[in-house]
């Protein structure tokens, strides 16, 4: 441990780290979600445990501190497991033993696997961004998406260059969209979708197919295996028409190795759209159909089915993101509201739930001790105060002689004190 250079130095640091802890876990976990019954929550794998089960953020917290975990993030429909019967490591939460959850969903991120890959996932050496799927809640990696083409090493992630090239005013627009980890911009990047939905999600929703490809619904294609990957469909404030032109077309080249920072939204984006206010589904559908004329590519690729004449079907997965305000423009005729009723989360923004803030959370140590001190019941409150009006004496007695001769206390200094109380407690 670094000496400081003095007890101030010492003192602030201790108020830093307070600090930090209270923005880093602002939460109160003190209380099990189990009695809160299945609800889209943050969810944490116990690799220590025998079977592999979900935890909420107070057990993993206060039951799991010293195990292995792994964070999957909010799942929906989900009842924490600590306290049931499929985890032997007792909850302290919640005391009474409950019945293993039957209603929980445990997919491959359960056995510590991701993405259609079917990799694990260690936040150490992964260069790339995984995107979670809104309908499965999956995590995906950029290149499994054709986004960007897979790194050839595993390895940890390099160090950005501190120096950014100066292109004049509009430095933020030409800043990278790479991240941190030193790779090229991907295809489709973070500021271009609001949410994404796996291939295997969209053939099963019905008007999320028949949306697929068209503007706001955004795919990637290609025309053969050796053509480059490309955009079809664009943000709906575009003028471009559902099938892409040689615009679009972004060949992913390794050479590209310029890293920066993730940009935030363009500001233009949201001056030019206006303000939308949040429609209120209506249970009953709309007619007539409203929605835009099946784009033929994406027809084409959940069909299997071969374009006509003599050019080849693009190939795809069938993955799609979602532009910006997508839940107001769905159709709720008669034909497609059904296949987005079965699935609220398409209409409506879920909730997440989040632990109760800590009201304790902000305080300093001191503070912190004497509201345990009050606690305490009388007898044992005096003698705390008495003993600590007793060490109080001692550490001015000890630390006078620095004062007077000018002297810096170190932490050697402060920790022989300690060591001194110690031993003369003892002795006495």
């Known amino acids: 441990m670094t000496s400081l250079g003095s007890l ?36 944490y794998l116990c690799l220590t445990c025998q079977l592999p089960r979900g935890l909420c953020s107070s057990c993993s917290i206060a039951c799991h501190t010293d195990h292995e975990q792994i964070e999957l993030f909010p799942k929906r429909n989900f009842r924490c497991d600590c306290p049931t019967t499929a985890i032997p490591h007792g909850c302290t939460l919640h005391r009474s033993l409950e019945e293993e959850n039957r209603e929980n969903s445990y ?77 090229p911009p991907p295809l489709v990047s973070a500021e ?21 490809g068209t503007q706001g619904v955004i795919m990637v294609v290609r025309d053969t295996e050796d053509s480059p990957w490309r955009k079809l469909g664009c943000n709906p404030l575009c003028a471009d028409p559902p099938t ?16 920066g920072q993730k940009r935030s939204r363009s500001h233009s984006f949201h001056s030019e ?14 007619s007539p159909c409203l929605a835009p004329a099946p784009n ?25 993101f979602l532009t910006e305000g997508w839940r107001e423009r769905w159709c709720r005729c ?28 902000a305080l300093s140590l001191e503070e912190l001790g004497m509201r345990a001190l009050e606690r305490l019941p009388r007898d044992r409150a005096i003698d705390g105060i008495r ?20 002297r810096i206390v170190g932490e050697a200094d402060v920790r022989q004190f300690f060591e001194t109380l110690h031993e003369s407690k003892h002795g006495s």
């Open 107 to 183: 997919g491959q991120n359960f056995r510590g696997i991701f993405c259609r890959c079917g990799r694990p996932y260690d936040p150490k050496c992964e260069r790339e961004t995984m995107i979670q799927c809104l309908a499965c809640e999956d995590w995906f990696h950029e290149s499994c998406l054709h986004l960007r083409t897979r790194p050839s090493s595993r390895e940890s992630s390099p160090v950005p260059e501190t120096e950014t090239p100066d292109h004049g005013n509009d430095t933020e627009d030409n800043q990278s969209e790479a991240s941190s980890s030193g790779l």
């Open 296 to 320: 033929p590519i994406a027809h084409a690729i959940f069909q299997d089915s071969q374009q006509p004449s003599d050019t080849k079907a693009p190939l795809s997965e069938g993955d799609v």
């Open 387 to 406: 003993a600590f009006n007793d060490m109080r004496d001692d550490l001015l007695a000890y630390l006078r002689p620095f004062a007077q001769e000018g």
């Open 192 to 212: 271009d979708y609001d949410a994404f939905v796996c291939s295997s999600c969209v053939r099963s929703i019905n008007t999320l197919r028949r949306y697929a």
């Open 8 to 43: 101030t130095e010492f003192v602030a640091s201790q108020d830093e780290l307070v600090r930090e802890a209270a923005l880093t876990l602002p939460h109160e976990f003190s209380r099990c979600t189990y009695s809160l019954g299945p609800i889209r929550q943050a969810v």
């Open 334 to 361: 008669s034909r497609c509201f059904p296949s987005l009723s079965d699935r609220p989360y398409l209409l409506e923004e879920e909730e997440t739930y989040e632990p109760p803030e800590d009201p304790d959370s």
């Open 273 to 286: 759209e206006p303000e939308r206010k949040r429609q209120h589904i209506s249970p009953e559908p709309s």
């Open 244 to 259: 892409t032109t040689e615009d679009d077309l972004l060949d992913i080249d390794d050479s590209l190795t310029a890293p």
